[in-house]
């Protein structure tokens, strides 16, 4: 047998037992900080597993990811006076928060995830009243819930750290939006159940 081909062999077969390794969660670190830069390093309560690797890395507390406006979209204000609680200043802040927060698992269009994440489009009657809301958001929400007919099973993380007029803000947006006519909260309404 010739020189050649034990060394080629041998090539092939180096080349195909590392394509068998599992890799080294090194190779895929960027990667996943630059997708999933809102993950915790610390206490976790929610986990996301790397399709390329198998490791996982937490993802807990609440998503951060800010969303993206539509190409022609106008600018959201830039500053929202916390002061004047109407409903165009609640609903201008409410969808920036939306943005922010809530947007990663309810979705830009509010209808969630089908068996992962409830809709908040057309579920006046799971979220309620205005004092009902603010406390889901405020306190967060654990264990099986039906919305809309089809049950969910997870958690939702309290957004405790948030002011009364950002809880109000993102639940008028909400309960003004995706086809909901539910009407404004107010911080006071927020204030009364934190």
């Known amino acids: 047998m010739s020189r050649?081909?034990?060394?080629?062999?041998?090539?092939?077969g180096a080349?195909?037992?590392s394509?068998?390794?599992?890799?080294n969660m090194v190779t895929d670190h960027k990667e996943i900080a630059d997708r999933y830069a809102h993950r915790n390093q610390t206490e976790c309560s929610s986990w996301l597993t790397s399709f390329k690797s198998g490791h996982k890395y937490c993802a807990s507390p609440a998503f951060?990811?800010?969303?993206k406006a539509p190409v022609g979209?106008?600018?959201a204000p830039a500053e929202v006076i916390e002061e004047i609680a109407d409903l165009e200043h609640l609903t201008a802040r409410g969808e920036q928060l939306y943005g922010e927060i809530c947007i990663a698992c309810h979705q830009a269009d509010g209808k969630g995830l089908p068996g992962a994440f409830p809709p908040l489009a057309g579920?006046?009657?799971?979220?309620g009243t205005p004092e009902n809301m603010a406390g889901i958001i405020l306190n967060g929400l654990m264990g099986e819930i039906t919305v809309k007919g089809m049950v969910y099973n997870g958690a939702m993380p309290a957004q405790a750290q948030l002011s009364d007029f950002e809880i109000a803000s993102v639940t008028t947006y909400v309960r003004t939006n995706f086809g909901n006519?539910?009407?404004?909260?107010t911080p006071e309404q927020v204030a009364s159940v934190r």
């Open 123 to 127: 579920a006046g009657e799971f979220y």
């Open 4 to 12: 050649t081909p034990l060394v080629l062999l041998s090539v092939v």
């Open 73 to 75: 979209a106008a600018a």
């Open 19 to 23: 394509a068998c390794m599992q890799r």
């Open 181 to 185: 006519a539910d009407g404004m909260v």
């Open 64 to 67: 951060k990811v800010a969303a």
């Open 15 to 17: 080349l195909l037992s």
